[in-house]
Structures are given as C-alpha cells and as structure tokens.
C-alpha cells in the first residue's frame, strides 16, 4: 500500500541523516526536507543515555537553525517544523561509540 502525500500546515525540516527517520516520515506520508547538522557529535558527552540523545538533538537544531534564513517576513509561507533526533547504543550500562570498522563493532 502506497503512502499517500499528507498536506501539512507546516513545512518539515528533517535534521538527521538517519534512513530509518527518513523512512517513518515518507511512510506517513509527509513530504519534507533533509538538512543535515554540522557538528562533532563526540565532543557532546552525558552519564545518561537519555541526557546524550538530548543533547545531541539540541546540537543539530542549533546548528540548523543557524543555517535557516532569518529575515523579513514573506507572505505566505508557511511554518517550519524543525525534527531533529539522536540514538545511541548501550551494552552492560555503558554508553557505546559507533564503530569506526566491522571488527570494531563485534
């Protein structure tokens, strides 16, 4: 069954690289628009899995948001819908890094 294009009140940035995101979004329907964050993502640390994944989607709205044309207001445009969102992997209470090779990810 092919997802039929939602019409949105709003426009939606999607500020992840992550297919997975990629693919929710599509399946639901909703047309929107990648950006992609520049920022250095090991150089955030939290104890707290869910402090990171905070703080790392925080980072790529900030870093987005400054990348966004800010100016006079244009009629009829719509609202922009900024999602940003992180995850990352815990094994035996320990925050893991992603692997940087095969070997290191066994």
Do not use: N
């Not at 329907?29 to 090991?42: L, R, S």
């Not at 869910?50 to 800010?70: C, F, G, S, T, W």
């Amino acid at each position: 069954m092919e997802a039929s294009t939602c019409t949105s009140q709003f426009k939606i940035i999607l500020g992840s690289s992550s297919i997975p995101c990629q693919k929710i979004l599509a399946e639901m329907g909703y047309e929107f628009t990648i950006m992609f964050a520049d920022i250095d993502e090991k150089c955030i640390r939290k104890e707290k899995p869910e402090d990171l994944v905070m703080a790392l989607a925080e980072a790529k709205a900030e870093a987005i948001l400054q990348r966004l044309p800010i100016g006079e207001y244009v009629k009829d445009v719509k609202p922009t819908l900024l999602i940003t969102c992180d995850q990352v992997v815990v094994y035996e209470g320990v925050i893991r890094e992603k692997p940087s090779s095969k070997e290191e990810a066994l």
